[in-house]
């Protein structure tokens, strides 16, 4: 008889328990407060969460948050007539609350596993910060907790995809030597996760610093070029010879920085050799003036 009493107790109590943790598993919020739903309106709120975010694919919830938020939103706008509003300031914390601890963990999880894929798309990056920015600033998420973490890492990662993208243009129009080792280093600081999850971005940082060193390249015998193929075009020797020293010091710089390159070597000569056609056309120039 005492054994069954004990084991009826002792069922009465983990039936109490499960009650317990279904209860908090519904109501508590990321931060660890129980919301619980006391006027009409948070209920209501409350019913539309449960039924149509919570345990939902993101597609669905997403629309459901838009939908849902525009309810607080517009029942928050509304005035009594005796000048009071519709919902106190506590409610639409409330309920902001509900709705955020349900969709929050959905967006991060979905946002997330995009950050993991080969291929990103901009479409997805723009509204993932969007969308975190949102959940944010709607105060509903609070200080120090991880979904908050996560959420600033989602815009920390959009904004480091579109930095490290503007590095990559960048190198394509490199002009200076000094630029390639801080176009480089630049590079270097956005190789992480999840950025290193995109192949192509990843292969077009590790191709910065040659991308950058032939940009530069290109700039500097062009210059040669324009000074070779121009050399009757300057007003007297003493300005066409400025021109000429200063694009064989910048073949000299980038070549002690990174080494001679076979066109290099050619526009260096070709630059050798045109000096003497330029000395003797402004001589002759001279002396027919």
């Not at 149509?52 to 007539?81: P, Q």
């Not at 609350?97 to 479409?123: K, R, T």
């Not at 480091?160 to 600081?189: D, F, G, H, T």
């Amino acid at each position: 008889m005492k054994t069954t009493i004990k084991i009826t107790l002792i069922a009465i109590v983990a039936i109490g328990i499960v009650a317990a943790i279904i209860y908090f598993a519904n109501g508590m919020s990321e931060s660890g407060n129980v919301q619980i739903a006391e006027t009409n309106f948070e209920k209501e709120i409350q019913e539309q969460v449960k039924s149509t975010i919570k345990d939902k694919r993101y597609d669905e919830a997403h629309v459901a948050f838009n939908s849902i938020m525009g309810n607080i939103n517009t029942e928050a706008s509304v005035t009594l007539a005796d000048g009071s509003k519709s919902l106190k300031d506590s409610e639409v914390k409330k309920c902001k609350q509900m709705v955020c601890d349900a969709y929050a963990p959905i967006f991060l999880e979905y946002s997330m596993d995009h950050f993991n894929q080969p291929s990103w798309s901009d479409a997805e990056l723009k509204q993932f910060k969007e969308e975190a920015q949102e959940l944010l600033s709607m105060n509903a998420v609070e200080a120090g907790t991880q979904i908050e973490t996560n959420l600033n890492g989602i815009i920390r990662t959009v904004n480091e995809y579109y930095a490290a993208k503007k590095i990559i243009s960048q190198a394509s129009n490199c002009s200076s030597v000094s630029a390639v080792s801080s176009l480089k280093s630049k590079a270097r600081s956005y190789k992480h996760e999840p950025l290193t999850n995109n192949t192509s971005l990843l292969s077009a940082l590790n191709t910065v610093e040659a991308t950058a060193k032939s940009a530069v390249e290109r700039k500097i015998i062009a210059e040669c070029d324009r000074v070779v193929y121009g050399y009757d075009t300057y007003a007297d020797y003493a300005t066409f010879y400025k021109a000429y020293d200063n694009a064989n010091k910048r073949i000299k710089e980038y070549v002690s920085a990174f080494g001679y390159t076979q066109k290099l070597r050619t526009a260096q000569t070709n630059l050798y050799s045109v000096d003497k056609n330029a000395l003797s056309y402004y001589a002759n120039k001279e002396r027919v003036s």
